[in-house]
């Protein structure tokens, strides 16, 4: 007979054994203390405004609480991309050889206790150096905020790649230590990042945003996947053999054809690319059409110089269709940019005499730019482009305006030249507000690597798994030559994503990528106008 005490009884051990279960499972998850691993998704700032989620790397050896040491220690370069470099739960880089993991941590305090977090991967949290980063999404931009930070030791931070807040010092954490100017969070994922180096003892930190008033800010998320990619690194590519060759006729001799731009319209290929002529001792343009893969070899190269406005040193193309204006656009490099308009991209002899987008080229241009395209948003139209030096360009006006006006060059993204080269195009990737950038860099072969931002005039961050020559967004690395095709390239350089379109927005479906690009024979060599180019594609391998 079943009686009140025994049903009872039963309830009291069932409730027991699911907090029991409930216990065992925030155990998992508890590093130490107050912290856990966190969840995926998205959550908000304490009722004081304290930002309690963080990507936090295991420590690297520091030392030193002076501004001069602490800035040095923070702009080592300890690993690549240390600066800008975006993390997910569970990423690697190796530091003097020790590799060091990144973790998605909550605490449920306002700060959170760096001494915890290192004892919890049995590590020393004296004489170290801790990298965090957060992401803030806003449903709106949010002038006149300040990011305020307190710090046990020292600390730098920066908020979208501006450096905001230095603290220095043997010190210990007081909230609102350090307060920023007043900044402008923007629409959408912000980047918060902070470095704490600390002598010995206690370490932690504490951070918030203070609306205009001094008040602790709300009506924001922190989501750690905010500017997450919709295609998964790291890539991998199947490449095809030599689709398009230099081919020679009776008035222009070439060695290569290269730097190719395409757009698929009227059921038909578009291409323009470089080409050297000896010729002409002089880099030119052809262009060709045809209406499937099958046909690429087999179609016919017009050369450029067919028009006479195209004659001279021209090459670098990139096309788009301006919807404003109803023309095609033909920007190329000359060597300052130049563009030139037609109604008809299949008549070569129809492109107007080029014009210049800047009368003389400004001061804060690169001694050798390079390597122009285009991309526009809502509002501006933005001219990108290298200069073999390490960074990467950009220019805007309105669209209203396009193609007059154009700003003076600002540097978007800094590196090493042989990590940042040349060959950039950006695009906007459908179904998301992200953008992406890709880039060739020059050694140790040519290779491709990636960058994205939620916005043109943001600040761009490395992809995961695809910015580097290991695991690149496109290098040899990381293709395989379909079946059948003797592998013809080493190098995987200058080329161009296949675009959902063709016009000025620049979208590329990520469920689709393809990439046509230059290789040449790895045998070859000499003088770099007299490489043999030649272009293939690759195609994404889900």
């Known amino acids: 007979m079943i009686t009140p005490g025994k049903i009872y009884r039963s309830i009291l051990i069932l409730v027991v054994s699911c907090a029991l279960l409930t216990a065992a499972a925030e155990d998992q998850n508890r590093l130490w203390l107050h912290l856990v691993r966190a969840p995926s998704g998205q959550t908000s700032p304490d009722p004081d405004g304290f930002i309690q989620r963080w990507l936090i790397l295991e420590p690297i050896a520091a030392s030193g609480d002076t501004q001069t040491a602490v800035q040095k220690t923070v702009k080592a370069g300890h690993f690549p991309n240390e600066l800008t470099v975006i993390p997910r739960d569970g990423d690697k880089v190796t530091v003097d050889g020790t590799e060091l993991t990144w973790h998605a941590v909550d605490t449920n305090q306002y700060n959170v206790n760096l001494y915890y977090f290192a004892a919890a991967f049995g590590k020393s949290s004296d004489n170290a150096l801790f990298w965090v980063v957060t992401i803030v999404n806003c449903p709106q931009d949010i002038p006149d905020v300040r990011l305020a930070a307190g710090s046990n030791s020292a600390s730098v931070w920066w908020v979208n790649g501006r450096e905001v807040i230095g603290i220095y010092g043997d010190r210990q954490t007081v909230i609102d230590d350090g307060v920023s100017k007043r900044?402008?969070?923007?629409?959408?994922?912000?980047?918060?990042?902070?470095?704490?180096?600390?002598?010995?003892?206690?370490?932690?930190?504490?951070?918030?945003?203070?609306?205009?008033?001094?008040?602790?800010?709300?009506?924001?998320?922190?989501?750690?996947?905010?500017?997450?990619?919709?295609?998964?690194t790291p890539l991998r590519w199947k490449a095809s053999g030599v689709q398009i060759k230099p081919i020679s006729d009776e008035t222009h001799t070439i060695v290569s054809v290269k730097d190719p731009t395409i757009v698929r319209y009227n059921d038909l290929w578009h291409v323009y690319a470089t080409a050297y002529s000896t010729s002409a001792r002089t880099w030119t343009m052809v262009y060709l059409n045809f209406k499937d893969w099958a046909d690429a070899p087999k179609a016919k190269l017009t050369y450029i110089d067919v028009n006479p406005n195209m004659r001279g040193y021209k090459c670098a193309p990139h096309l788009f269709y301006f919807t404003l204006h109803k023309k095609w656009y033909l920007v190329f490099q000359s060597q300052p940019p130049q563009y030139s308009t037609t109604d008809d991209i299949s008549r070569p002899e129809t492109w107007t005499a080029p014009r210049n987008f800047f009368a003389k080229m400004p001061a804060s241009a690169p001694r050798l730019p390079i390597d122009y395209h285009v991309i526009c948003d809502d509002t501006h139209a933005y001219l990108f482009f290298t200069g073999d030096d390490g960074n990467f360009y950009r220019c805007r006006t309105t669209v209203e305006e396009f193609p007059n006006g154009m700003s003076d060059p600002e540097i978007a993204i800094r590196d090493h030249r042989n990590n940042l080269f040349e060959g950039s195009v950006t695009y906007k990737i459908k179904g998301t507000n992200m953008y992406l950038t890709v880039?060739?860099?020059?050694?140790?072969?040519?290779?491709?690597?990636?960058?994205?931002?939620d916005r043109l005039d943001g600040e761009w961050t490395p992809v995961p798994g695809a910015d580097s020559w290991q695991t690149p967004f496109a290098g040899i690395n990381n293709v395989t030559f379909e079946d059948g095709v003797a592998p013809w390239t080493r190098d995987i350089s200058h080329g161009e994503l296949i675009r959902d379109g063709y016009d000025e927005r620049m979208i590329i479906d990520p469920a689709n990528l393809r990439f046509l690009f230059q290789g040449r024979d790895p045998a070859s060599g000499g003088r770099y106008e007299l490489l043999p180019y030649q272009l293939g594609l690759l195609t994404a391998i889900p």
């Open 439 to 453: 880039i060739e860099a020059l050694s140790p072969a040519r290779h491709y690597r990636a960058w994205v931002a």
């Open 183 to 232: 900044l402008t969070l923007k629409k959408g994922p912000n980047v918060v990042r902070g470095a704490i180096v600390n002598r010995s003892g206690a370490a932690d930190f504490c951070a918030r945003f203070l609306d205009s008033d001094g008040k602790p800010l709300k009506g924001y998320t922190i989501d750690l996947g905010a500017l997450v990619l919709s295609f998964a």
